[in-house]
């Protein structure tokens, strides 16, 4: 096991001759390790490079997680650096475990050692080991934005701050921004005009919301790096040792990073001075192979991988600049770009690089692919949103039938809002759908309950997660008794759990007094289970978690509940259980701290299961990262891509158009681009305009479809797809600088005009058999090729005389037998 006072053969010199390693751009060796087969040269080179500072440019689907393995790997398997030496940073929980197992893959335990997690993680271990120096106990809580907010919550009505416009939301929007900018309430209050009441009233409540989490021995998520860069700064010793110990630092995603996380990045990789180097040496850290001629220890080096392109988190606070001023910001950079694309056609790609060129400040680059052109990309305008819907569908089900997976196809859009048409017409069309997101497991307020019972016996200083207990399940305390607690700790000094273990000074009442005390006295005698020396033996968290639920009663409660909701609540608490126990097998040496920690770090998104056979809808945002088969990509309009909100931000249509390029990179085969002519916004039909990215993308690299029926453009004599060439407005769309020429305005009346969207009815034990003629309202005369699935799910397969192959829902659809 290596430790952070590794000894002193460090391998920074022994590169055997076996493998060919680039110094400074030059090649040694005379034989190719295997981790450099399948590789093209950029990608070669950026596994070999070694230096200060490398920047790699990664384009969509360029194969950069791949680099970044065989980096690491090249760097162990030349003996370059102990995998101890290695810090390797992603931003999810899923991408820094698919590193871990690819690195393991190919070097089997000797990667064991590595650091390979995310930003925070990182973070809350050097702040657990170092938290002393920090101020902090070693077993503080992690709040996330949940937590942030009941805290605002109180500390908001106490203030009467509502009065002033705050709430949770947007307090907590602001602190976490000022945070990720390694701002506090005191830096904030010097710039801020302290003679509007507003701010007045917000820094006293950023100085509250520090004041508390202290208190309660807490940090949120964006506490974790900025404290982290604190100590670094304030205690340079510490900031020593990390400097020393690792010694290759790789970033990934690196467009996406804040400034917390840039400032973390260069504290981390800031050299050692020959008088703190020589301090090391003589309390017995060695660093004599790692001296320089100053006598100091250079910076570690550098390796960061990402693309400006698919910079689109700046509502997070992610600072484009980090990444095209990182040759500035470390001097040395050598820049290697990956344009050979091996997930897209090439029609597809040339779409994409005509779109975003048009962003200033970026790296140029064009994605290519050996591949070949593919299918061209499939535009269509539509009258409707629900027009629009109606032709997702069908092509959804033309793909199917070609033998595409409905796993394979995704549906993407720029707000949530969009999805209401999309799954009107995917439930009437039988298409099986799932909008990715919802609550996620450990956001269950069921979860949470149980979580916040370990939290109390981990953390005795949490009052946010006794809160949440005290009365969870009921116990009859009111909130007038909570707020009694609350007041008796604070006027006695005494923190929130000892004012429950003194609350029959209270003359709160024999019944509420004892309801307390027996909370009191089961969080006491939990945390005696994790003495080292009890005697009956130290509990594991399974244990302790079985011991509490039964106990308190929470778990019993809801199995007895009469309400199915409940049951299913159960069932999450019992898979909350189910994870305790594989965490004990997994981590026989770790404890509650270590578990709780692993929960809150774990990533917010990203549990997609690709196998589950449907469709997925999802917002663009949430598009980053994945890819399909076939891509949908729905509302291509003004004042949705861009959204209309972005028109007057600084950057705003850049970052847009960098979600526009996003979007259309996911895509592998197939690619549609579809806008409506009118769409329905808060009640009020608009008239829709084409977004100005599409006219950004070469005519000859779609195909334009328009919608069917009666209601084309100039009395129905003319095709209504925008960039279709008719008489007088000329084809395709305006060239840059020239005035675009638009189609006129639908007429309010059309013959179709609102046939896609019709109705749909109760048809109840209506039943149908193959050769069965029937009519559809929107769709005409038809004829029953087959029948699946049973009860309300029951499919009717129809081949319609003029409007071609339908699926309907039998139960919705609006049909007869004729």
Known sequence: MTTLFDPDHTPARQVPSMVPIILDGQASGDRESPLLEGLNPQQREAVLYRGPALLIIAGAGSGKTSVLTRRIASLLESREAWPSQILAITFTNKAAAEMRERVRAILGQGADGMWISTFHSSCVRILRREAESAGLSATFSIYDSADSKVTLKRIIKALDADTLGFTPGNASAKISKLKNELADADSYARNANMSDPQEVMFVEIFRQYTHRLRAANALDFDDLIGETVYLFRAFPKVAALYRRRFRHILVDEYQDTNHAQYSLVRELTRPVEADLAEEMEATGVHVRNLRDATGGIPGASLTVVGDSDQSIYAFRGADTRNISEFERDFPGT???????????????????????VHNFDRKDKKLWSAGGDGEK???YTAYSGHDEAQFVSDEIEVLHRAGMAYRDMAVFYRTNAQTRALEEILVRSAVPYRVVGGTKFYERAEIKDALAYLISVANPNDELALRRILNTPKRGIGPATETALAGFAEANQISFRQAMRDSASLGLGPKVTGAI??????LDEAALRLVPDNPAGTANVSELLTFLLDGSGLLTLLRNSRDPQDEARAENIEELVAQTKDFNKENPDSGLVDFLTQVSLVAAADDLDDASGTVSLMTLHTAKGLEYEAVFLTGVEEGLLPHQMSANEPGGPAEERRLFYVGITRARQRLYLSLAMTRAQFGDINVAMPSRYLQEIPADLIDWKQSPGMANSRGGTQPRALN??????????????????????????????S???SQVRDNGDLTFEAGDRIRHVDFGDGRVNQVTGDGTKRIAHVQFDTAGAKKL???IAPIEKI
């Open 334 to 356: 050598r820049v290697i770009l990956l344009e050979q694309n091996y997930r897209s056609t090439q029609n597809i790609l040339s779409a994409a690089n005509a779109v975003i």
């Open 809 to 811: 829902l039998i139960k």
């Open 755 to 757: 046939r896609v969207p």
């Open 377 to 379: 990309i499939v535009g």
């Open 517 to 522: 005390l027996k909370l009191a006295t089961l």
């Open 724 to 753: 279709a060439r008719r008489d007088g407005f000329g084809g395709g769309f305006a060239k840059r600088g020239e005035v675009q020429a638009l189609p006129p305005a639908p007429k309010k009346k059309t013959e179709w005009a």
